[in-house]
């Protein structure tokens, strides 16, 4: 490993652009964190008046977006606030990072000239506030693309054939959708727009002064990229919009260097000329990444604005429920993935509601009512859910002769629990339907264990319920953010596979040296009791009965 080692001395930088946030984290090469910032965009930047990092259309019909240039000022702020840390910039041997996934950005025609010659006198800001076709870019919580859903299923074939092809059905908050809505509805916006990049090559692109290529992994949350050649599909780009390949330029590897940073940075920030930025990638990939999943039958969770579950597998099956993207660590292996909308905002919400806006009091409730919750089972809604496709609504059911088997249980409806009863429903009933949908996807049950990551991976209450639920041992890794921290690591290994002139495993890196890393994990929380797996077994089975009849009665889809 020495002639492939990371130069002694040097830095990797590694960004994660979420819903509500901008984080950095910069590693040395010990892969150990040496610096980290963070820019809350609604407390940071209170301008632009977001909420939760963005705007809701007010008539319900499911529009979200972000303001595009909220994302380009963070940048400024973020290189303000790391310049204030000391942070010495020519050190930094590559740069990466992570784009919340799906979220579309629209370059207005003649946006390139822009990029190419920024003024490194100038925050960028200044320098891009005309550069946008469409001010605000629709992002992964939309849902207002139903329609243009099914149309592009129907010109592929069919839902389970686009699926087999791009990895997924057709789902609303996939880019490939929101372009389509975009071309039907404001067609001379879409035709002044010259490059379509996804939020990681979006930023990828101000640090390179030049367009991005969109990579394999995250280019596979659009329903546009053929997931086994790792090249657009034809036939869904033509189901999508006309003229769509040569505004979204070439696809390439994560691993990739896209070329060098950009003069900008190297003047007004001090960069050395030689650092590389490697292929920008969406959360959930690079949050594999720093979670080092490699192992087959691990589960990772990540608690954040949204909740997914998912897990590496050399044998996909792309399936009506569920994702499937290549791996953006492994050259030829891929990731699957679930996705649930309602996370973090909507455990805020029962806090607020139930629990005095206490955490303090949330834990204190979990930990004061019995697993299982007396047969109480929630369903809470605050955003449209993909999984199941739900509409906003709580739906709240008491089941009568729980003894832990099904035989002879039955539900009623009810309006409202006790406080406590509520918080444990909403907890039980999130990582219940998690369990459910997972084994239902193929994933193992149980998992050999869980990697937990994301805000609420600190909250021990909460992990103790998941292994409670899971029935297998619950791991944690020193940092929450674990985006930009793979990020970071990309960064690393993305020079390490440039200077080998090839791809080489992620592992390499850390193999032998895991504990001596910031990237080490620590056991949390035991396998719950299997008499209470067992239990929450049968209790999983009598929610999915209710949760398809609600399907029936109320689906989006």
Known sequence: MAE?????????????????????????????????????????????????GVYRDPSGNGRIVSPTLMWV???????QKLSKSKLDFSKIAAVSGSGQQHGSVYWKTGSSQRLSSLDPKKPLLEQFENA??????????????????RAIEKACGGAMELARVTGSRAYERYTGPQIKKLYDNQPEIYNNTERISLVSSFMAS??????????????????????????????????????????????????????NIAPYFVERYHFNKDCLVVQWSGDNPNSLAGLTLNIPGDLAISLGTSDTVFMITKDPNPGLEGHVFPNPVDAEGYMVMLVYKNGSLTREDVRNRYAEKSWDVFNKFLQQTQPLNGGKLGFYYKEHEILPPLPVGFHRYAIENFSGTLDGMKEQEVEEFDPPSEVRALIEGQFLSMRAHAERFGMPSPPKRII??????????????????????????????????????????????????????????????????????????????????????????????????????????
């Open 4 to 52: 492939i080692s990371l130069p002694p001395g040097s830095y990797f930088l590694g960004f994660d652009s979420s819903t509500q946030s901008l984080k950095a984290t910069v590693l040395n090469s010990n892969l150990n964190i040496v610096a980290s910032e963070l820019v809350h965009f609604d407390s940071d930047l209170p301008h632009y008046k977001t909420k939760d």
């Open 206 to 259: 101000l640090f390179l002064g030049a367009y991005a290529a969109i990579d394999h992994t995250d280019g596979a949350g659009m329903n546009l990229m053929d997931i086994n050649e790792r090249a657009w599909s034809k036939v869904a780009l033509e189901a999508t919009a006309p003229g769509l390949e040569s505004k979204l330029g070439n696809l390439a590897p994560a691993y990739a260097v896209a070329g």
């Open 452 to 557: 937990a990551t994301g805000g609420a991976s600190a909250n021990h209450c909460i992990l103790s319920s998941i292994a409670s639920i899971f029935g297998c041992d619950v791991y944690t890794v020193q940092r929450p953010d674990s985006a930009s921290l793979g990020a970071a690591l990309r960064a690393a290994h993305g020079c390490l596979c440039n200077k080998k002139g090839g791809f080489l495993p992620i592992s390499d890196m850390y193999m032998d040296k895991l504990e001596e890393t910031s990237l080490s994990c620590k056991l949390s929380v035991h396998a719950g009791d299997q008499e209470l797996v067992s239990k929450y077994a049968a209790l999983m089975k009598k929610r999915i009965e209710i949760e398809n009849r609600l399907v029936q009665k109320l689906g989006r889809c």
């Open 132 to 149: 946008f076709s469409l001010k605000e870019s629709p992002i992964w919580m939309d849902c207002s693309t139903t329609a243009e859903c």
């Open 73 to 79: 000022e963070a940048l400024d702020l973020m290189f």
